[in-house]
């Protein structure tokens, strides 16, 4: 997301011709953060816990510095209230995005982030007209589909309770958020894994649209790791569908020990039928 607040500024460079200096001074505050997480990415050890702490306080001033110089700097509001989030100052990050969203209400992550703090508190409604004004807004940006799925999965009890929908529907809506994410971002293996989770979730689930996903995602994923999650899937699939000779031969095909205990529960599912 900072990579896009970054292109976003050098392309709009006519618009603040009037004020260079300062586009330039958040590019700089913005630059020097980014260098901190791909450090981080780099190395988990690269900075000492005081060290961290210090530069995270050194940016934090920063952007208090420019927005109080700029204070109806959209983007700069954007980036300040997601370092307050990472800094676990929710409420305080939540109340500069209400601030950026009224001086633009058309921005995605600004709708996004607000659902998501209006989620942490369990106001599952409210976060629901944010998240869907976000894919409103960016309707090919995966994550904004992905977060309305686990929005729908998380409250589904509340909405349904609430005559929001029924649970048919919502089931439908929790389907086509997870499709949509995953259709966007086909290679991310994240989404297509929770795809696959959700023909569980609904109220009736289905399986066998389920064992479509996995193999489709069989042919897509190639790492070990990957593979092995994807088998573990389909053989719970299979066992749910009754082939349970080959839910236990496929389940017995996963080697890595860090799914030793899921393939264990595969194995012990199948066994009982």
């Known amino acids: ?5 970054y292109t976003y500024l050098l392309l709009s460079a006519t618009a603040y011709a009037l004020n260079e200096p300062t ?5 700089e505050i913005a630059a020097k953060e980014e260098k901190i997480y791909k450090n981080i990415a780099a190395d988990p050890d690269y900075y000492s816990e005081a060290d ?3 530069r995270i306080i050194e940016l934090l001033h920063a952007y208090e510095a420019y927005l109080k110089d700029t204070p109806e700097d959209v983007e700069a509001l954007i980036l300040y209230a997601k370092l307050l989030r990472r800094t676990g ?3 305080d990050a939540f109340q500069i995005f209400l601030r950026a969203d009224e001086l633009d209400p058309e921005v995605a992550v600004i709708k996004q982030q607000i659902g998501t703090y209006m989620a942490e508190q369990g106001k599952g409604k409210v976060a629901l007209l944010y998240y869907q004004q976000a894919v409103e807004l960016e309707p090919q940006n995966a994550i904004y589909h992905f977060s309305l799925g686990q929005l729908l999965f998380q409250f589904c009890e509340d909405f349904v309770a609430a005559e929001i ?20 971002a086909p290679d991310n293996f994240d989404f297509q894994v929770r795809l696959g989770a959700a023909y569980y979730d609904q109220a009736s689930p289905d399986w066998q649209a389920a064992l479509v996903h996995w193999d489709q995602s069989r042919a897509r994923f190639k790492e070990t790791l990957q593979l092995e999650i ?6 719970r699939v299979l066992g749910k569908l009754g082939r349970h000779e080959e839910a236990r031969a496929l389940a017995d095909t996963v080697t890595s020990p860090a799914l030793e205990k899921s393939r264990q529960q595969v194995v012990d599912e199948a066994a009982q039928f």
């Open 1 to 5: 997301m900072l990579r896009r607040f």
């Open 23 to 27: 586009t330039q001074r958040l590019f």
């Open 52 to 54: 961290i702490e210090r």
């Open 89 to 91: 100052k929710t409420a």
């Open 165 to 184: 929908y029924t649970r048919d529907a919502l089931d439908r809506e929790m389907i086509q958020a997870f499709t949509n994410a995953a259709d966007r």
């Open 230 to 235: 994807i088998h573990l899937h389909k053989a």
